[in-house]
């Protein structure tokens, strides 16, 4: 919540070693006496469209999965701004892009300002950041962590453990989950922890493990009924695009073709090749011929059938769906690891499990890849919470929840109460049963990284249950707006019909609300 509390006065004293950072934090009035550790994994790029808890057509994820049973998932649970180190700053803060100032990709993130980390290991948590990080300065406020630099690697990737570089042989979905269970392993049992234990994948270019290789290759996944949007009702943001499968996907990096001749011919060509000679290049003689071993079936029905047009738009749908599912099926077996270590060493009643990705992600819907649009299928974020002694199995919850809302929710299991400047709402009571009466009704999102990748022009946005308005700016002045109930796959932009006039002055009084009460003046 954003108001604080009163704060006990004793327990306020003990844990105030970092004590500017308790004082903002303040501590509930002995509410909780057992604090539940927190472990917190979050993949890059995981669509729940590829998540059989959420009825995905896709895959199973069974590991996954225990989470949802055991626990609770999220049905409206959403980003606030569809980009990994945006997300990740305001999973840290709590706050939306423009407070904390991580409003694209290119930022470096301000690691002096007060995170959730921070204030849980000033009250006594042990706390880890392993894996994904891409915010450029050094971690702060984890007693242990160990971080891919960047965007890091699928094969034989760096770590920066510590402030140490060097590299590891083996596959960075195993070789994150190694590095976490090593510092389950070895942390003090009598105090509670904080593991964020951040996955690179399935991000792109989608590179599985080489043991599943072979698995998925011809099988045909269900090509989305919209693959083929022509963005016909929309504005040219939709159009200006440059993440569609048919015609930005490339060949060779992200699809493991071999090289091909036109490639030479232009910039994204020779791109292409560069990027994929880089990952090919890094693989051990062994990796890579397990790899070309691997993919030596698809390359030759490549070869054979020399797909055009359309064909190929469709050929490259089943190809990306092939890599970026077997890359997820690991990612599942690797959670499995984790929560079977909880199990066997009997932490898995007092531990908070949390699992969602940085943002959605498109598999093949409009015809794309990528994220950053406020459309459905990268504003949805899968989130699923297990925590026995709290959380009743099984229940699904509607309640719309923001990625601002993991701190305050971390910091109230730990008895702590959410900082003045803290902008998501503790989600506990709802884990419980119990919605605040005055909970949200709408969500506020905004998207900045533009020009850059992908070419999606800055917007921002309100949804409501039912509807969505959004307004594209910058180097275009276009709205958008669509009836989720009628439109569920936002075809039918209903921005200029007769029958929408009334609702569009109530939607854009409410996108103000929204933009005053975050204080959102960057637009
Ligand atoms: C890379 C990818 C993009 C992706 C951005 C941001 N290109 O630049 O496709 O949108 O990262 O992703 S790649 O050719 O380098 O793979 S994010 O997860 O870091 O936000």
């Given at each position: 919540m954003m108001t604080q509390k009163s704060i006990n006065r004793r327990t306020f004293l003990q844990v105030s070693t970092?004590?500017?950072?308790?004082?903002?934090?303040?501590?509930?009035?002995?509410?909780?006496?057992?604090?539940?550790?927190?472990?917190?994994?979050?993949?890059?790029?995981?669509?729940?469209?590829?998540?059989?808890?959420?009825?995905?057509?896709?895959?199973?994820?069974?590991?996954?999965?225990?989470?949802?049973?055991?626990?609770v998932r999220f049905e409206q649970s959403f980003c606030t701004n569809s980009i990994c180190a945006p997300s990740r700053a305001t999973l840290l803060t709590g706050k939306y892009s423009h407070m904390n100032g991580q409003i694209d990709n290119s930022v470096r993130f301000d690691g002096s300002q007060v995170t959730f980390p921070k204030l849980l290991q000033a009250a006594g948590y042990q706390t880890a950041l392993i894996g994904k990080w891409h915010l450029k300065s050094d971690p702060t406020g984890f007693d242990y962590w160990n971080i891919l630099p960047d965007q890091g690697s699928y094969y034989n990737?760096?770590?920066?453990?510590?402030?140490?570089?060097?590299?590891?042989?083996?596959?960075?979905?195993?070789?994150?989950?190694?590095?976490?269970?090593?510092?389950?392993?070895?942390?003090?049992?009598?105090?509670?922890?904080?593991?964020?234990?951040?996955?690179?994948?399935?991000?792109?270019?989608?590179?599985?493990?080489?043991?599943?290789?072979?698995?998925?290759?011809?099988?045909?996944?269900?090509?989305?009924?919209?693959?083929?949007?022509?963005?016909?009702?929309?504005?040219?943001?939709?159009?200006?695009?440059?993440?569609?499968?048919?015609?930005?996907?490339?060949?060779?990096?992200?699809?493991?073709?071999?090289?091909?001749?036109?490639?030479?011919?232009?910039?994204?060509?020779?791109?292409?090749?560069?990027?994929?000679?880089?990952?090919?290049?890094?693989?051990?003689?062994?990796?890579?011929?397990?790899?070309?071993?691997?993919?030596q079936p698809v390359i030759e029905e490549f070869q054979t059938r020399k797909p055009q047009g359309r064909e190929l738009a469709l050929w490259k749908y089943q190809r990306y769906m092939e890599d970026y599912i077997a890359t997820v099926t690991a990612v599942d077996e690797n959670v499995g690891r984790v929560l079977d270590y909880l199990d066997d060493s009997g932490l898995t009643d007092d531990t908070l499990v949390v699992y969602t990705s940085d943002?959605?992600?498109?598999?093949?819907?409009?015809g794309w890849f990528d994220k950053r649009f406020m459309y459905e299928e990268s504003l949805r974020i899968p989130v699923l919470?297990?925590?026995?002694?709290?959380?009743?199995?099984?229940?699904?919850?509607?309640?719309?929840?923001?990625?601002?809302?993991?701190?305050?929710?971390?910091?109230?299991?730990?008895?702590?109460?959410?900082?003045?400047?803290m902008q998501g709402q503790s989600l506990r009571g709802i884990l419980s049963g119990h919605t605040p009466k005055d909970w949200r009704q709408s969500m506020y999102y905004h998207y900045y990284e533009y020009p850059g990748w992908h070419a999606v022009k800055r917007h921002y946005g309100v949804r409501t249950r039912r509807y969505k308005l959004i307004h594209f700016y910058h180097d275009i002045d276009a709205w958008e707006l669509y009836d989720l109930r009628k439109d569920p796959h936002e075809m039918n932009n209903v921005y200029g019909n007769p029958d929408y006039q009334s609702v569009i002055p109530e939607l854009k009084a409410e996108l103000k609300r929204l933009q005053e009460f975050y204080q959102d003046t960057l637009s």
């Open positions: 970092a004590s500017a950072l308790a004082v903002t934090a303040g501590l509930h009035c002995q509410k909780t006496l057992r604090r539940p550790n927190i472990l917190f994994i979050m993949s890059d790029d995981h669509a729940y469209q590829a998540l059989s808890c959420y009825n995905g057509q896709l895959n199973e994820t069974r590991q996954i999965d225990r989470i949802a049973q055991e626990g990737p760096d770590f920066i453990e510590m402030g140490m570089q060097s590299r590891r042989t083996g596959y960075v979905t195993d070789l994150t989950t190694d590095y976490a269970l090593n510092w389950l392993k070895a942390r003090k049992p009598d105090q509670p922890f904080c593991l964020l234990l951040h996955h690179k994948a399935p991000h792109r270019n989608w590179m599985p493990p080489t043991r599943y290789l072979p698995l998925l290759h011809f099988r045909q996944f269900p090509v989305p009924d919209n693959f083929f949007d022509a963005y016909a009702t929309r504005s040219d943001a939709a159009r200006q695009q440059e993440m569609e499968i048919g015609r930005h996907m490339m060949l060779q990096y992200d699809l493991k073709m071999p090289p091909l001749q036109e490639n030479a011919q232009s910039a994204q060509g020779r791109r292409d090749q560069d990027y994929w000679r880089n990952d090919y290049e890094r693989m051990t003689p062994e990796q890579r011929q397990a790899w070309d071993a691997g993919y943002n959605g992600f498109y598999l093949g819907e409009h919470m297990r925590y026995p002694r709290e959380i009743q199995a099984t229940v699904n919850r509607d309640d719309i929840m923001l990625n601002i809302d993991f701190a305050p929710t971390f910091l109230d299991y730990a008895g702590l109460h959410a900082p003045v400047g």
